[in-house]
């Protein structure tokens, strides 16, 4: 679970993928299409790993400190438009339950500085 989360969140760090988080952080619409698809992907792998987090969480599988730690990590780049953007295009591809934790979270401002 752990490594699944850290490669979730890795990606972000290459200079590429960053470069054009930031872009589409400040207009969607600026970055390409072969831009958007990058970047959707990479979503989707965090949404993923965050799904399966809450999953296994929720059966009991995760100890409830665990998920706390984790929950903090997703929940900070909620706040980032193009996170919002992405869930807002695919969140029906996921777990009922994860849509409704999801689309119940308290989103603040994603600050990168």
Sequence with gaps: MIKVHREATQMLASANISDIFVRANKDYDSITEAESVQLMVLITNFFRAWETAFLE??????????????AKDYTEPMGAASLLHVWNLRKQNYDADFQKFIDELEIHEYVSR
């Design 57 to 70: 969480n929720r059966d009991g599988n995760l100890d409830e400190k665990v998920w706390e730690v984790l």
